[in-house]
Structures are given as structure tokens and as C-alpha cells.
């Protein structure tokens, strides 16, 4: 019988792996984590596999005759079986235990070495800062092979960072700052997802990772350098504030050449006071179909005022 359940085991074991049913690893964190979900689910079929042979053969070799009205033997119990029966199922579970525990810290080791980039989760858009070049972005660039420390930071309410194929989910909390360590191991592109439920806008949470060598993203930093080359003492552009701040993951403004549908579309505002006030006030007026407390009130805080001159000047064409 229980020859039987490890064969079943087996099959129904090549069955599951052979199968693709997670997204191809992107980084040394998921392919850990992928080692410890396979080891964990190949243990959990073949004890069912085993256990549901034994008691199928049971109930067909042992069921009752239709005419046998006699009492079963009285039976005291087995020490040796539930012996094996304990020892087995606990030695699996502190095996589980323990790989969890080492795959836990490895991937939770930054190294002595991390690049580090801040992430800052609103709702609803991410926004990335590389401290060592002051750089910001709406979009996560990292490079390849490099182990990457992620500290977080969120503005408002609970989001959560998750990049599927890396496989890692670690909560954005306002007022605590969480961290989460990359190392990707292949170039390309990539989403991020918000998957904690945090408002209206929290499906269009989302934000481009792109993976690239060396050489080009420190070519990447270069270009983004706030303030290239002119002292620190630019004036902020107003596409770049649009960009760095996510606006058009809810708004459509077509020179941006965004779609967002969760707030009214930026189309053809002429007015720079009462654009103004809605970046640094967005509930004193609501435009008609769309919801009030949705859009952030904190860009009064985030942005500089030159930033929000900027910006009202990138959203009218003119300034006030
Ligand atoms: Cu942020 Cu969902």
C-alpha cells in the first residue's frame, strides 16, 4: 500500500513540477523562495499520496460483507505505527521549518555592499529616489546582479510592494519604514504592483521596472541627475515633476501621453489658479462625476513651490 502511495506520489509529484505554474524567476530571492514552495508541496503530495492509498485499499479490502452481523476484533492501538506515524509528519514539518528560517535570512541579507533606493508608495503611484544621485523616478531602474536594498515609506495609507516575478510582497506602512532586498538576476522589463487594497485608484497602482546592465543603468542615473550639470540651481521641470510624481497614473493629459481614468482628465485646463489649488487642495472642489478625498492632499507638503510652478505651468501653458 504504501509502495503504492509513493508511486502515485511520484507521478503526481512529476506532474506539479513539470508544469509551469509560476512566473520565470527574475531574482536570487525567488528562485530561493521557489526551492522552498517545491520542496513543500512535494512533501505534501506524496504523504497524501500515501495516506489516501492506505486508507482506499482499506475500505475496499476490508469493508464489511452485507451479511456479516459479528462485532470487528477489539484492536488497543499499534505503538510502533503511531510512533512512525508522529516521528515522520514531525521531522517534515521542523525540515520545512528550518529551510524557511535559512531561505528568511538569506533573503532579507543585504550584503555589505546594497545599492540603496527609497521607495516612496502614495496613493496612487510609486516614486523612486537614488540617494547617492539624487535621483527620482516614477519608474524602478536597477541593474543586474546587483543586490538592491529597498527602503519604504508610504505617504498616507497601507500599500504593498510586489514585483511577481521576484516573487517578495512586503507592506508599505505610514509612520514605520519596512525594507526589502533584490538581486535580479535578469535584464528586461518588469511591473510592480500595489497588492493591498488602499482606495478608488488602487488597481492603477502600478509602476515600470526595467533591469539593466551595469553600464547602462550607471548611463541611466547619469541622465536622471536632478539638476545635470547646472549647480542644483535649475529650475524644476514641469514634465518631470508630472513624471517623478505619478499624475498620470490617474489623470489622462495627452502631452504626457497618459490615460488614467481615476481622476478627470488634464486636457485643456486654462485656468493656473484653480489648477493650483487643486494640487495643494484637491477636496475644496470636486469636478462633477468623480469622488472627493480620492487624490492625495499632500503635494502642498511633498513638492517645492517652485515644482508646483512647474507643474501648473506644464498643465495651462501658462503661469501665475
Ligand atoms: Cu496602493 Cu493598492
Aim: hydrophobic share 45%; proline share 6%.
Amino acid at each position: 500500500m504504501v509502495a503504492i502511495g509513493l508511486v502515485v506520489g511520484l507521478i503526481a509529484t512529476l506532474v506539479a513540477v513539470l508544469i509551469d505554474w509560476l512566473p520565470a524567476s527574475a531574482s536570487v530571492q525567488m528562485n530561493r523562495i521557489t526551492d522552498l514552495y517545491w520542496l513543500a508541496t512535494i512533501i505534501c503530495i506524496v504523504v497524501f499520496s500515501v495516506v489516501m492509498a492506505v486508507i482506499l485499499y482499506s475500505v475496499w479490502k476490508f469493508r464489511v460483507q452485507p451479511d456479516d452481523l459479528s462485532d470487528g476484533p477489539p484492536i488497543h492501538g499499534n505503538t510502533t505505527l503511531e510512533i512512525v506515524w508522529t516521528v515522520i509528519p514531525a521531522l517534515l514539518v521542523v525540515l520545512i521549518g528550518v529551510v524557511s528560517a535559512v531561505v528568511l535570512s538569506k533573503n532579507s541579507d543585504a550584503g555589505t555592499n546594497p545599492l540603496n533606493v527609497h521607495v516612496y508608495a502614495q496613493q496612487f503611484a510609486w516614486r523612486f529616489e537614488y540617494p547617492d544621485g539624487k535621483v527620482l523616478s516614477s519608474e524602478l531602474v536597477l541593474p543586474v546582479d546587483r543586490t538592491v536594498k529597498l527602503t519604504m515609506e508610504s505617504a498616507d495609507v497601507i500599500h504593498s510592494f510586489w514585483i511577481p516575478q521576484m516573487a517578495q510582497k512586503q507592506d508599505v506602512v505610514p509612520g514605520i519604514v519596512t525594507t526589502l532586498v533584490i538581486t535580479p538576476t535578469k535584464t528586461g522589463r518588469f511591473t510592480l504592483v500595489c497588492t493591498e487594497l488602499c482606495g478608488l485608484g488602487h488597481a492603477t497602482m502600478r509602476a515600470p521596472v526595467r533591469v539593466l546592465r551595469p553600464a547602462e543603468f550607471a548611463e541611466w542615473k547619469d541622465d536622471h541627475r536632478i539638476g545635470a550639470g547646472g549647480g542644483g540651481s535649475e529650475k524644476p521641470d514641469g514634465k518631470a515633476v508630472f513624471a517623478a510624481n505619478g499624475c498620470g497614473g490617474c489623470h489622462a493629459f495627452k502631452p504626457a501621453g497618459s490615460d488614467g481614468e481615476v481622476g478627470p482628465s488634464l486636457d485643456g485646463l486654462t485656468d493656473p489658479e484653480q489648477v493650483r489649488q487643486s494640487i495643494v487642495d484637491p477636496n475644496a472642489e470636486i469636478t462633477a462625476g468623480y469622488q472627493g478625498g480620492v487624490m492625495p492632499g499632500t503635494f502642498a507638503k511633498t513638492l517645492s513651490p517652485e515644482e508646483i510652478d512647474a507643474l501648473v505651468q506644464y498643465l495651462t501653458g501658462k503661469s501665475s
